[in-house]
């Protein structure tokens, strides 16, 4: 088994699932990725299809420029040879919109895949990188700083995962025992050691889903078991879900029990040795502090994230916690390349730390129900100045 990477880290627990959709990509791209642009590629995304400007690319620093050409919200993903693994992944790319994917991909088999609508299998197709004898030599000055950052990141992220196992072990007891004032209070507190790791969390395909689906994610007419941090949280806040039967203390049992063993076996992977480990490649960093924020993005700062307990905010400051350490753990490779952009971005996570420093409550911070119009603008308005020079940090640290 070869040594699993952060954002191409699912276990090979099952077997692949058949590839819905399949499309074959526009060009054959046949001369092996030679040629000074062989490493850019492009993507355009519609209703019905995938089309990439070549279906091989030499090993190294890929980039994807991804055109939404449809009428819904799309994803793109590179993913492994089973395809399970995410390699990489820019999300949230809205009609005539176009987002930049870059990462380090080394030779291999590997699937592309655009998501229109952002749910399913996707349209996936096959994609080749090749052996390549020019990949970037990398100084020793930026060799140390690169291993540095690397044993940082893996520090934090077992660290986190840690909290989360202990204090997810703690809720547990809580809500299986009936004590539901306590495990309301600790919820949101519990959470926040996911959210700083989700990227990671999330690149097992197979745990995800399980532990972190909102009631939104999932089929229930289709028969789709809906479980995890999400199914609890209706428990425990059951006052606008109309007609809401409350679990019985056998089901919260199961449900609670469900929950820790899933938090349990993430914290296993991400602590495994020998083959099984986890590594951290400099891009996957750098794009994990993208992912993060495109989380915030996404979920927390529309309110659909934590539907019934309305503790978004806590999620909100986790992601850009996350963020920010995946952001300084690479901070000394960027100022020696791109100095310009290290300050632009120190300045922009401070001043979006301002604005949700305004909605603090006591140690936590107001419901999100709390908010108005314009304070979730205000918060748009930050999230969407860091997103942009932030988007430029793969390709600065990886050039």
């Not at 994610?217 to 289709?222: E, F, I, Q, Y």
């Not at 700062?301 to 753990?329: K, M, P």
């Not at 304070?375 to 990886?398: C, I």
Request: aromatic share 6%; with cysteine; hydrophobic share 35%.
């Amino acid at each position: 088994m070869r040594t699993k990477t952060l954002l191409a880290s699912v276990a090979a627990l099952a077997v692949a699932p058949m590839l819905a959709a399949c499309t074959e990509n526009a060009s054959s791209g046949d001369d092996g990725g030679k040629g000074a642009d062989a490493r850019a590629l492009t993507v355009g995304s519609s209703a019905d299809g995938c089309e990439l400007s070549a279906t091989k690319a030499p090993a190294g620093t890929l980039s994807f420029d991804v055109t939404n050409t449809g009428s819904d919200v799309t994803e793109f993903y590179l993913l492994g040879s089973d395809g399970l693994r995410i390699v990489g992944e820019v999300e949230n790319i809205g009609p005539n919109l176009t987002k930049k994917l870059t990462v380090n991909v080394p030779e291999g088999d590997y699937f592309t895949a655009c998501k229109p609508g952002m749910v399913g299998e996707g349209i996936r197709a096959p994609f080749t990188v090749t052996h390549s004898d020019d990949e970037q030599q990398v100084s020793a000055s930026d060799q140390e700083l690169i291993d540095q950052a690397q044993a940082n990141y893996r520090s934090y992220v077992q660290d986190q995962s840690g909290q989360l196992l202990e204090k997810t072990k703690q809720f547990v007891e809580l809500y299986e025992a009936g004590k539901d004032d306590e495990a309301r209070a600790l919820y949101p507190v519990a959470r926040e050691h996911w959210e700083r790791i989700e990227t990671v969390a999330e690149s097992f395909g197979d745990l995800d889903p399980k532990t972190d689906a909102r009631e939104a994610d999932v089929d229930l007419a289709a028969g789709e078991k809906w479980t995890g941090w999400h199914r609890i949280e209706k428990d425990l806040w059951p006052q606008d879900a109309k007609g809401y039967t409350a679990l019985t203390p056998a089901e919260r049992t199961t449900y609670g029990d469900d929950l820790l063993a899933n938090v349990t076996e993430l914290d296993g992977r991400i602590r495994a040795t020998g083959a099984d480990a986890l590594t951290y490649p400099i891009d996957a960093i750098a794009n994990g502090s993208i992912g993060l924020l495109e989380e915030v993005a996404n979920g927390k700062i529309t309110g659909e994230e934590e539907a019934w307990s309305h503790t978004d905010l806590w999620d909100f400051q986790a992601n850009v916690d996350g963020a920010r350490v995946a952001y300084e753990g690479v901070q000394g490779l960027l100022e020696g390349k791109d100095p310009a952009l290290a300050k632009e971005l120190t300045a922009k996570f401070d001043a979006l730390q301002a604005v949700l420093d305004e909605y603090r409550d006591g140690d936590g911070f107001v419901l999100y129900t709390a908010l108005e119009p314009a304070d979730t603008k205000k918060m748009t308005d930050a999230v969407n100045a860091l997103s942009e020079p932030l988007s430029r940090l793969t390709a600065a640290v990886t050039s």
